[in-house]
């Protein structure tokens, strides 16, 4: 099968790669290293693979990644890290929200994609936002409450 030649923004980086036409950018971004982007349920059920595409949340694992082309891609390794976290993070973890931590790339990102523009959602805006992100373990209390905290604070920016 015949390569395509695709140029994405990757967090801010200009990267250039080959791709055959049916390799989906979730495949894509986790050979070139990006492995905080989580295979779950591989076919646009869980969230685990989400990504911002131009700021939007998108499901990696539905995306072509020749689709990207042109465009900027987001993932986790893009927000904050030990030193500097993120406060989406930084409540994350104080609130004592993680447990396997499979989820969590993809809600801190379906959340920053919310806050970005709406710091402050209503309840129902951050459930109906939140809604394409599962969760296995925790029940999603923690997680709430800690994107509440947040929100409370006046956003994550
Ligand atoms: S791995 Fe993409 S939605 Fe589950
Ligand atoms: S913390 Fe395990 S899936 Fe969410």
């Excluded at 099968?1 to 790669?17: A, P, Q, T, W, Y």
């Excluded at 925790?138 to 920016?157: D, H």
């Amino acid at each position: 099968m015949s390569k395509l030649h695709v140029c994405i923004k990757i967090n801010g980086e200009d990267r250039e790669f080959q791709v055959a036409p049916d390799d989906k950018l979730l495949e894509v971004i986790r050979r070139e290293g990006y492995s905080g982007t989580k295979r779950g349920c591989n076919a646009g059920a869980c969230g685990s693979c989400t990504v911002l595409l131009d700021g939007k949340i998108v499901y990696a694992c539905l995306l072509f990644a020749f689709q990207a082309h042109g465009r900027r891609v987001d993932t986790i390794e893009s927000v904050g890290d030990f030193d500097n976290p993120h406060p989406i993070q930084k409540a994350l973890v104080e609130e004592g929200a993680v447990q396997c931590g499979f989820c969590i790339p993809g809600i801190i990102l379906a959340a920053k994609s919310l806050m970005d523009v709406n710091p402050t959602p209503t309840d129902d805006e951050l459930k109906i936002h939140m809604d394409g992100n599962l969760c296995r373990c925790t029940g999603y209390e923690k997680i709430e409450s800690a994107l509440r905290k947040v929100i409370a604070a006046g956003g994550a920016k």
